[in-house]
């Protein structure tokens, strides 16, 4: 587990520092928080998936005992739009509900019962409007039904802006690439290859339910607990929504939060919050609005249906010479981060291969149904799956083996990508390599009977993460030698409380007991960009590392005065100051401190030793006709990964009998939560988006919103521990903190095709949409049988 | 309401409820051991999974009045002072968790199932806890963890 190592705490498998809460029951999370005199919220939901709301009587609800607020979508409530990048949604929806389960009115009671029976009580009359779904029919410059008429008009962010389709009237955002002609490239391949792939729409299933808690103190001021992922954009959001000064908002994610994986919009908070502020006078009581499972599985967001066109040409050799790809994200009713999932989608193809000519039409559509976005890989699962099912078809096209094609095409350090960007930190190769060794790739597996067919395949995959980016810390040095982070950065599960711990020790030399990591909390922790894009170990990292070298320079320049010694020849280790090389010209951490009269201690000046720091990478924005950039993303995160499957031809039946995974992250900080990270990329949502995840729906509504019928992988699902092996590869990066990148988002991004490819190679049927089911598999058999008969 | 009594790790508790609350709901909500977490309400997800006179029970879909008289263990409960369960340990060492949420109920269903089976395999093991879900695992560390713990 250990990897080759010159540290003492980087590189080593530390217990997770939050790990003895976790397994005694004694972590706190969101849904666990009780307030005094707290309230209960429940929300009223559209039956419709896209309907003119005409009239909204409460009345029944608010004579309800025990109701205290009741509230709709209405200028005093709602006043304002928000949105990541679009601000298309309020916090209920006004004028029209866009979906089935659009928020159209909230209660607040003294119990959730209550809460749940006045909504009930609630009468809404709708007019009923044409609804879409299909994407293509959403794409298309005459759609059944436009979402947004005054889409144009509506407030969108600078920094990333959308770009909306002046023909196209659900288009929330368009990404183009334009890399040299790839149409005169086509003139000149041997073999041109075009497909069509889908992905299903899935869900994130994050264990806890999304949960927000809101109250207001005496000053009008409103401070919310929620689950988000980021606490800044929770934070705006919410000042957004309701015209509030930022600084009147306080934003606090607890300790511990249950997953997360892209899908933490802040939708509870939001109406907790609205909950709190319409009730009139003081004291108002808090609110605590917690999502039902279905709620979650029905109404927050979800991996939006994706439609992946692909188009190669190539040389006998098999050298790639153009490829050509148009996506579209299948949205949702508002576009929330998926408006940048549609455009970050292109950055994996982007970088796969070294095509001389690359030509990439990425669009984002609204439908009616709920918000699809953030998902773990950011839409590059997508367009990675319709990539190596293609590149598989490619191979065998060309009579090349599928292994061969790609180590032949990968990108490597200083090619070009499809930005013209010049690659940095590439382990595409060393990834194939590990992938390949692992799953013994050309090596056949006895089938065990005839009725069941075996087969491998490959894929490989990367995963950027993004610029324009920025954390933010503080580092602070305690009278005692404890080193305290204050960071933004949510511990969703991934262990960043344990890494970040792990660094600090490195800087200061001190175990990690010796270091605690703050929840966030806006008022104490200052800005990080979001615990997303698989960014925190490289920006906090390295906003880290700079507030470490910031807090032990004012460390030493106080000790230097008390030791007699100019600041330059100090160093610390065990919350001791020495001079290096004469360790008995020390003094511990604590002698800085003088312990004051009525209590407390004090420093002779300076308040405290707190280092701050910012890291901000802005990157450089791809120009907007051809995506030409020569920093279009902080770093990429390369894997390849490779499965064995065994197909059952009477039931359809497929098992997944052996998964292997090989991952570049850089440098593991803490080699066992990158196997974390590998093991629920790869098992849970990998083989579970490939096989058997699905949000089914019927005119917008979802048919399976329980875990009886939504099906995640369970113990049964996954390879047996000795078939699943996972590999961590450490191609550094130069600006990474002691080399490192990130993990987490990568580590999906290659599952379902190199499932798909294997199911290829046993049965010789190639699929072009996932989860792909036993029906699905017997049908095709049944096809196929008959065409040999045929 | 309807008077219950029972021992809750190890501790007897008398109370007063409404015959409709479940186990979860009492002891999440009326004694406040909130260690064990509600995560669909169907008895589906094993997040709420405490142990009832040693079995492995799914406390959401069973009410508290039919644990009368019956001793219950919830997370809370199981290690022995400082010294943890070595369950809870091989949880630790493994990493066999990440956010959390999942892992009270898959703890106490991991320890019903030792205390029952001698020398399991890891066929053994997935199916006792096949019916505990977690996202963020993909189950490799629990079943290794699982696996790990000395059986005395």
């Known amino acids: 587990m250990e990897t080759n190592n010159e540290y003492k705490y980087i590189g080593t498998s530390e217990r997770n520092v939050n790990g003895v809460e976790k397994v005694t029951g004694a972590a706190q999370y969101c849904s666990d928080m009780e307030l005094s005199r707290m309230l209960y919220g429940k929300v009223k939901r559209s039956p419709y998936p896209h309907a003119r709301i005409i009239s909204i009587d409460t009345s029944k609800a608010k004579e309800l005992p025990g109701v205290k607020v009741v509230i709709v979508g209405d200028e005093e409530t709602c006043p304002s739009r928000f949105g990541a990048g679009v601000a298309d949604e309020y916090v209920l929806a006004r004028g029209k509900a866009l979906y089935v389960g659009d928020a159209v009115a909230a209660v607040a009671a003294e119990t959730e019962e209550i809460a749940q029976e006045a909504v009930d009580l609630i009468e809404v009359e709708y007019e009923e409007l044409t609804p879409v779904f299909d994407g293509d029919e959403a794409f298309s410059r005459n759609p059944p039904a436009i979402l947004h008429e005054e889409l144009k008009s509506y407030k969108t962010i600078r920094s990333v802006p959308p770009r909306f389709d002046e023909n196209r009237p659900n288009v929330f955002n368009y990404f183009r690439i334009r890399r040299d002609n790839t149409e005169e490239a086509f003139k000149n391949a041997d073999i041109v290859l075009e497909n069509r792939f889908e992905v299903a729409m899935i869900h994130h299933v994050q264990m806890e339910p999304h949960c927000g808690i809101a109250k207001v103190d005496g000053t009008g001021r409103l401070t919310v607990w929620g689950t988000t992922s980021k606490p800044y954009g929770m934070h705006r959001d919410i000042s957004e929504s309701r015209g509030m000064e930022p600084s009147s908002v306080r934003v606090i994610i607890p300790t511990h939060v249950g997953g997360s994986f892209g899908g933490r919009e802040p939708k509870a908070e939001q109406i907790a919050s609205s909950l709190v502020l319409a009730q009139k006078g003081y004291p108002k009581r808090p609110v605590k609005m917690r999502f039902t499972r279905e709620e979650q ?7 939006a249906r994706y439609i992946v066109e692909i188009k ?3 040389k006998k050799d098999g050298t790639l010479v153009a490829t050509k790809m148009k996506t579209i994200l299948v949205g949702g009713a508002y576009a929330g981060t998926g408006y940048l999932t549609a455009r970050n989608g292109s950055f994996g193809p982007a970088a796969n291969y070294k095509t001389p000519t690359f030509s990439m039409d990425a669009y984002g559509v609204y439908t009616n149904q709920r918000m699809a976005g953030a998902f773990r890989g950011f839409g590059n699962a997508e367009t990675l799956w319709g990539m190596e099912s293609h590149m598989d078809m490619l191979a065998e096209e060309l009579n090349i083996d ?17 930005f013209q960007e010049k690659m940095h930190s590439v382990g595409a190769k060393e990834c194939l390599h590990a992938a390949a060794r692992d799953i013994e790739w050309g090596k056949k597996t006895e089938q065990k009977a005839p009725h069941l067919k075996l087969g491998k395949g490959i894929a490989l995959g990367n995963k950027y993460s993004i610029v324009p980016t920025a954390s933010a810390c503080f580092v602070k040095v305690h009278p005692d030698g404890l080193v305290e982070l204050r960071t933004s950065t949510v511990e969703l599960g991934q262990g960043s409380n344990t890494i970040f711990s792990q660094m600090i020790s490195e800087e200061f030399k001190v175990p990690v007991s010796k270091v605690r990591v703050l929840n966030p909390d806006t008022d104490i922790t200052p800005f990080d960009l979001g615990t997303a894009s698989s960014r925190s170990t490289f920006n906090m990292g390295n906003a880290i590392r700079k507030a470490c070298a910031d807090a032990k320079k004012q460390l030493f ?10 600041e330059d020849v100090l160093e610390t280790a065990e919350s001791r100051v020495f001079v290096k090389g004469s360790p008995e010209k020390s003094m511990h951490v604590s002698e800085l401190f003088i312990p004051m ?6 420093l002779k000046e300076g308040a405290e030793i707190i280092g701050k720091a910012t890291y901000y990478l802005p990157g450089v924005m791809p120009d907007p006709e051809t995506g030409a950039s020569e920093r279009p993303a902080s770093f990429y995160m390369f894997v390849a990964q490779a499965a064995e499957v065994e197909v059952d031809i009477e039931t359809g039946k497929i098992r997944v009998t052996k998964m292997v995974t090989a991952n570049d992250c850089g440098k593991a900080i803490n080699p066992m939560m990158v196997e974390g990270q590998q093991d629920g990329g790869v098992l849970s949502m990998g083989i579970g988006s490939a096989l058997l995840e699905e949000v089914i729906t019927d005119n917008g509504v979802m048919l399976n919103p329980q875990f009886a019928d939504y099906k995640l992988p369970t113990t049964l699902d996954c390879p047996d521990c000795d078939n699943y092996k996972s590999a961590i590869i450490e191609t550094a990066h130069r600006e990474g903190p002691w080399g490192a990148k990130g993990v987490g988002e990568g580590t999906m991004v290659s599952s379902a095709p190199a499932i798909a490819n294997a199911i290829y190679d046993a049965i010789g049927i190639r699929f072009h949409d996932i989860p792909i089911t036993p029906e699905q598999v017997l049908t095709a058999l049944k096809e196929k049988n008959q065409e040999s008969l045929g | 309401m309807e008077n219950l009594s029972l021992i809750v790790n190890g501790e007897k508790i008398e109370a007063k409820i409404s015959p409709e609350t479940t186990l979860h709901t009492f002891l999440h909500d009326t004694l406040g051991l909130t260690g064990s977490k509600e995560g669909c309400g169907e ?3 094993g997040c709420c999974t405490v142990r009832v006179d040693g ?19 919830t997370i809370e409960g199981l290690a022995d002072g400082e010294t943890l369960d070595p369950v809870q340990e091989a949880f630790l060492d493994h990493g066999a968790f990440q956010c959390g949420y999942c892992t009270p109920g898959m703890i106490m269903a991991s320890k019903a199932f030792l205390d029952e089976a001698s020398k399991p395999s890891e066929k053994d093991v997935r199916h006792a806890l096949s019916g505990n879900l977690c996202r963020c695992t993909g189950y490799h ?3 290794k963890a699982t696996l790990s713990v000395d059986q005395k």
Request: proline share 1%; charged share 20%; glycine share 10%.
């Open chain 2, 141 to 143: 560390k629990i079943i």
């Open chain 2, 55 to 73: 079995k492995a029970v799914k406390s959401c879909i069973i009410l508290a009045l039919q644990v009368e008289g019956k001793s219950v263990q």
């Open chain 1, 557 to 566: 320049d106080l000790a230097a005065k008390e030791l007699g010694v100019t």
């Open chain 1, 597 to 602: 009269v009525i209590g407390g201690y004090t």
């Open chain 1, 402 to 418: 599928p292994l061969k094609l790609r180590l032949m095409n990968c990108t490597d350090e200083g090619d070009l990508n499809a």
């Open chain 1, 312 to 314: 190669t040409g190539a």
């Open chain 1, 297 to 303: 599985l029905t109404t927050t967001t979800t991996r």
């Open chain 2, 43 to 45: 008895g589906l997800c």
